[in-house]
């Protein structure tokens, strides 16, 4: 177990070791910390029986500790990669459709 989450309160390791999808407690639960700053961790939680990820980020301050999880199809690997990559819009969105429809019209994509 990493050295952070034995820092941790009783319940901060409930939030982290259980899983969402198949409710596996924490002995099939492979936890690995992706990012560690200012009292924030991000955390990527892997059940070993459902095969479900999770990227959660804990934040401990004065008043207790924070935590934000997202079930993801993302490796840890992907998380890392990807975490400062830009926001995706809706001018992204557009152009994607229209290079489609483009690639469409000249035979180049078959949709
Ligand atoms: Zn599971």
């Given at each position: 177990m990493p050295n952070f989450l034995n820092q941790l309160p009783l319940d901060g390791l409930k939030m982290i070791s259980f899983c969402p999808i198949c409710n596996e407690h924490h002995k099939l639960i492979e936890a690995k910390i992706l990012?560690?700053?200012?009292?924030?961790?991000?955390?990527?939680?892997?059940?070993?029986?459902?095969?479900?990820?999770?990227?959660?980020?804990?934040?401990?301050?004065?008043?207790?500790?924070?935590?934000?999880?997202?079930?993801?199809?993302?490796?840890?690997?992907?998380?890392?990669?990807?975490k400062n990559s830009p926001v995706i819009n809706s001018d992204d969105v557009i152009l994607t459709h229209q290079f489609l429809e483009e690639s469409k019209t000249k035979g180049n994509v078959k949709l």
């Open positions: 990012e560690e700053k200012n009292n924030n961790h991000l955390i990527y939680l892997k059940c070993k029986k459902c095969n479900s990820s999770i990227v959660s980020l804990v934040a401990a301050d004065g008043f207790g500790i924070n935590s934000v999880g997202l079930v993801v199809d993302l490796t840890a690997e992907d998380v890392l990669k990807f």
